[in-house]
Structures are given as C-alpha cells and as structure tokens.
C-alpha cells in the first residue's frame, strides 16, 4: 500500500522557518517524482516545489522561489520541504504526492498518490 505521510505542520510568525517532511513508503521511491503542493482556503490546490528522481531537477514556484528549498533523502524514502521567511501568503494546508515532476509546469493531475495533508499557518 502507498503511503505519503507528512510531518506535522504547525503555526508560525511572518518571517519564521518550518521543515516540513514527507516519508514514503509502499513503492519503489526511486520510481516516482515526489512534489509538494498547498490549497489555501477558497483557492485552488498548487504546486510548490517538485523533484525529478531521474535528473534531481526541481521546480519552484514563483511564490515560493528562494525562500523555500525541497530536498530528497533517498536512503529513508523521504523528501523535505524546508520553508524559509514565511508570509501570511503561504498559509495553507501542505500535501506531498508521488507521481511525475514536470518542470516546466508541474500539475496536480501528474500525481497519483496523496498524503493527508498537513496545516501551515503563518501568523502576520
């Protein structure tokens, strides 16, 4: 069975850091593309950030670029997504997937496998 199990999110001031993880278990890790997405409440879900197994290519979204960084530890099939100078703007509840990174425009429709999600709040 595939399972994406994120860490616990958490609340957090403007400006503040937080390291999200995503362990992965039931399935080759090495196979899939793991990204990371959020949905803020009466918003659409996103894609944040994503990395190619193949070629460790990473996408990031503008909103997101040079604040947070995504990393993958393959030896313990987890992926981190550390987020860096925080705004209000990235409240939202975080998922990772498994599925393809397309780094020209990664969508969620390229992911099969879901996580729970997990709540990030940053506070102004």
């Known amino acids: 069975e595939v399972q994406l199990v994120e860490s616990v999110g958490g609340l957090v001031q403007a400006g503040g850091s937080l390291r999200l993880s995503c362990a992965a278990s039931?399935?080759?890790?090495?196979?899939?593309?793991i990204g990371w997405f959020r949905q803020a409440p009466g918003k659409e879900r996103e894609a944040v950030s994503c990395i190619r197994n193949s070629d460790g290519r990473i996408y990031y979204a503008d909103s997101v670029k040079g604040r947070f960084t995504i990393s993958s530890d393959n030896a313990e099939n987890t992926v981190y997504l550390q987020m860096n100078t925080l705004k209000p703007e990235d409240t939202a509840v975080y998922y990772c997937?498994?599925?393809?990174?397309?780094?020209?425009?990664?969508?969620?429709?390229?992911?099969?496998?879901w996580g729970q999600g997990t709540q990030v709040t940053v506070s102004s």
């Open positions: 997937a498994a599925g393809v990174c397309l780094v020209q425009s990664p969508g969620a429709t390229s992911f099969g496998s």
């Open positions: 039931g399935f080759t890790f090495d196979d899939y593309d």
